[in-house]
């Protein structure tokens, strides 16, 4: 059974039954009016599930989100905002995410504990309270089922991201179209777990809270937490998914064929909505997935893409349209999982660098076109094992430390 895939589609309102909006209220209080307060809500209680940073430092509204999550079993919706982290605010901070719940369950209609609130932006600022309850009123009241409204969300949460994301899959099962849509944010401090990404997700199959986690965790191992732009890890990321059933499709197996076409519909959503990330990333150029093979272990191979995929040598040399595979043998060898030297083959994309250790330098001009792409891939045939990981990575321009060097 083939999966229906739509990239660049209008997003959550795809999904029948949820409600989105996005707004300006001017939370970053510049006067700039780009939208910055969304809404996605549906009347149908709905089961969810949600990953979050692993930093030690989390942002107020992630600390709430996982204490909702933990306690409830029924929910209706998220409110979100860009322009400020709301990380590192103190008691205030945890003060205002439950305010940001409160005002969207009093306008909406529902219980505060039924909703996630998430933020984004710049950590160590208080939320400018009065502009986030107008533009929370006036997402509430112009929340809607259109392609409009839910293109507006994909833009409100966000940050220094060039372009909105979102995709939608779908499948039919017994006459039944089951649907998932997803939209996402993130462009700088992308390193898992996760990255400095907000990722929501929604669908109108009925899957239980326990299995829709189930599915999100294996999803998430293999797409969010498979991407680096700059090796940093964020105070807010936070991946959740809401499901309404309102289409009646059950999945209550984790192991039938209906559950595997679940995963493997919403692994597409988050992968997609991962590679687009990466590719949005802070003045990347390029994006490349690194692919190790033949590890001892799957930790052993996860280690050596990350090595590979975080060095800063590496990542300017592939700015610079530079085949430098010296570099990337480098790399591989700090990770210190024991390689040997005259077992590696390494490719780019599909054409040999090394054989068993030794250079192919006849092949140098192919070398030099492919990593010229604006995407290619690089794999490491470590002949060590039956284990592999893929991460997708990105070069590192001048462009990004002119970007960064101030807020």
Not at 23 to 28: E, F, G, L, S, Y
Not at 145 to 160: F, G, P, V
Not at 195 to 214: D, E, F, P
Request: proline share 3%; hydrophobic share 40%; glycine share 6%.
């Amino acid at each position: 059974m083939q999966l229906a895939i739509i990239e660049d589609s209008p997003g959550i309102s795809d999904v029948p039954g949820f409600a989105t909006a996005g707004v300006h209220c001017d939370v970053r209080e510049n006067g700039h009016p780009r939208l910055d307060v969304a809404l996605i809500f549906s009347a149908t209680p709905c089961s969810a599930a949600g990953v979050f940073t692993t930093n030690d430092v989390k942002a107020a509204p992630v600390k709430i989100d996982q204490a909702i999550l933990a306690k409830g079993t029924a929910f209706h919706g998220i409110i979100s905002n860009s322009g400020n982290a709301n990380a590192c605010t103190g008691a205030q901070g945890l003060q205002d995410a439950q305010a940001m719940l409160d005002m969207t369950a009093e306008y909406c209609g529902v219980a505060a504990d039924t909703l996630f609130v998430c933020s984004t932006g710049r950590i160590g600022r208080q939320l400018p309270m009065a502009n986030i309850q107008r533009g929370i009123q006036m997402a509430c009241e112009q929340k809607a089922t259109t392609a409009e409204q839910s293109q507006n969300a994909a833009r409100a949460i966000l940050t220094s991201d060039t372009r909105p994301k979102t995709i939608t899959v779908s499948f039919e099962w017994q006459q039944q179209t089951v649907i998932l849509a997803g939209m996402a944010k993130g462009a700088g401090m992308i390193e898992p777990n996760m990255a400095t990404m907000l990722a929501y997700i929604a669908t109108n199959a009925h899957v239980s809270k326990k299995h829709l986690q189930h599915f999100l965790s294996k999803a998430n191992d293999t797409s969010f937490n498979a991407i680096t732009v700059d090796g940093d890890m964020s105070t807010n990321d936070t991946v959740l998914c809401l499901a309404n059933g309102t289409s009646q499709v059950e999945i209550a197996d984790e192991d039938s064929e209906l559950a595997h076409l679940f995963q493997q519909a919403l692994d597409t959503v988050c992968r997609c909505l991962a590679k687009k990330i990466v590719g949005d990333g802070e003045k990347v150029t390029k994006r490349v997935t690194v692919n190790i093979q033949q590890a001892p272990t799957s930790a052993a191979a996860e280690k050596v893409a990350r090595a590979i995929g975080n060095s800063l040598l590496v990542k300017t040399s592939w700015y610079g349209n530079d085949p430098n595979w010296g570099r990337i043998m480098d790399a591989a060898g700090y990770a210190r999982i024991g390689l040997q030297e005259n077992k590696i083959d390494l490719l780019y994309n599909d054409c040999p660098v090394l054989r068993a250790g030794t250079p192919v330098h006849e092949n140098l001009a192919t070398w030099k076109t492919i990593v010229s792409n604006t995407e290619f891939s690089i794999t490491l045939n470590l002949h060590l094992g039956t284990c592999a990981y893929q991460l997708i990575s990105s070069d590192l321009s001048e462009a990004y430390v002119d970007f960064n060097k101030s807020e």
